[in-house]
């Protein structure tokens, strides 16, 4: 089975800190995605990566960033965490090409104070 | 307005019940439609991949698109508590790889 694996299940963070969330797959998928997930609004993407060191900005990148340097591992990062990035936030990876499944990981529960 | 809608619910059926979870959208380069799953405190799990319009049937699961309309249909036959989960429609047009435009999920409770 894939499995896609997020470093924390929950955090909680102060407004203003650097906040490193980790994923990491053991499938060798070329894509990985990262997400934001809030009530009503749905997953919200907010990049994605189709190779090592190659990314791509989704819907709603302003206030993160993102690195690849490993194939297995797709790290998103809050240079200045705020309030409004209190969220769920959700890793996936999937082969490339177009007809391919994404696969979850758990989610982390972030929460900003 | 978002370029897919979905009713947040929360939808409550009793077990055994045919359950009808929808979706519309607005963009009609939309090609590939998805339902996902979601139990609490977890990740979705792809449940339904359907490609243009038509319908596809796996067990209890029938996935129906109707591109004239622009909507989308999940149905459960025969619910059953263990269905109780957020439903989420995703969808994508056929050039855009995998970058999936998500509904906002349905919570569906199925009662025993």
């Known amino acids: 089975d894939v499995k896609v694996t997020q470093s924390s299940r929950y955090l909680v963070k102060r407004t203003g800190e650097k906040v490193f969330l980790e994923c990491v797959q053991d499938m060798d998928h070329e894509n990985m995605f990262w997400y934001r997930q809030d009530p009503g609004l749905g997953l919200r993407l907010i990049y994605f990566?189709?190779?090592?060191?190659?990314?791509e900005k989704g819907d709603i990148p302003e206030g993160y960033s993102v690195s690849r340097e490993k194939k297995e591992r797709f790290s998103l990062i809050l240079e200045s965490a705020s309030t409004n990035q209190t969220s769920m936030y959700l890793c996936?990876?999937?082969?490339?090409?177009?007809?391919?499944?994404?696969?979850f990981g758990q989610g982390t529960r972030l929460t900003v104070v | 307005q978002k370029e897919v809608e979905q009713d947040p619910g929360p939808l409550s059926v009793p077990e055994g019940a045919i359950v009808s979870l929808n979706c519309t959208y607005s963009?009609?380069?939309?090609?590939?439609f998805m339902w996902y799953r979601q139990y609490s405190r977890k990740g979705p799990e792809l449940l339904m991949y359907t490609y243009s319009s038509g319908n596809k049937e796996d067990g209890r699961f029938t996935a129906q698109v109707d591109k004239s309309s622009k909507y989308i249909s999940l149905f459960i036959r025969d619910s059953q508590p263990s269905d109780s989960a957020t439903y989420l429609c995703?969808?994508?047009?056929?050039?855009?790889?995998?970058?999936?435009?998500f509904g906002g999920g349905t919570r569906l409770m199925v009662k025993p």
């Open positions: 995703a969808m994508k047009p056929w050039n855009a790889g995998n970058m999936l435009t």
């Open positions: 963009n009609s380069a939309f090609q590939y």
């Open positions: 996936a990876s999937s082969l490339g090409g177009v007809n391919t499944e994404a696969f």
């Open positions: 990566s189709y190779d090592v060191k190659m990314k």
